[in-house]
């Protein structure tokens, strides 16, 4: 089991750039798979991006090309989010999670919200 820590969040202008952090209580470095979820207010949780062991990053369609996903090399216990190009729609909770050796875990999430 590992513990997720979220930070970063903000209220940010659309167009703008944030950088997302997550720190795990433990060496995620081999970790399965690490990935970033996002819940919109009155929508479901959704998946945006995940980076697996090999390095191999994935991004939902909203998201890919604005957003970026990585792990800290020095720092084996931290991944983040880098969000470019902000848009409104953006806006919502986002949580960290990990999945390993078939256990989940999550986050308490980090609110960002993009208005003008």
């Known amino acids: 089991q590992v513990q997720l820590v979220e930070s970063g969040g903000a209220l940010v202008q659309p167009g703008k750039s944030l950088k997302l952090s997550c720190y795990a209580s433990?060496?995620?470095?081999?970790?399965?798979?690490m990935s970033w979820y996002r819940q919109a207010p009155g929508k479901e949780r959704e998946w945006v991006a995940s980076?697996?062991?090999?390095?191999?990053?994935?991004y939902a369609a909203a998201v890919r090309g604005r957003f970026a996903i990585s792990k800290d090399s020095a720092k084996n216990t931290m991944l983040y989010l880098q969000m470019n190009s902000l848009k409104m729609e953006d806006t919502g909770v986002y949580y960290c999670?990990?999945?390993?050796?078939?256990?989940?875990?999550w986050g308490h999430g980090t609110q960002v919200t993009v208005s003008s």
């Open positions: 999670q990990a999945s390993h050796s078939g256990r989940e875990s």
């Open positions: 433990r060496n995620i470095w081999n970790f399965d798979k």
């Open positions: 980076i697996g062991a090999d390095g191999t990053k994935d």
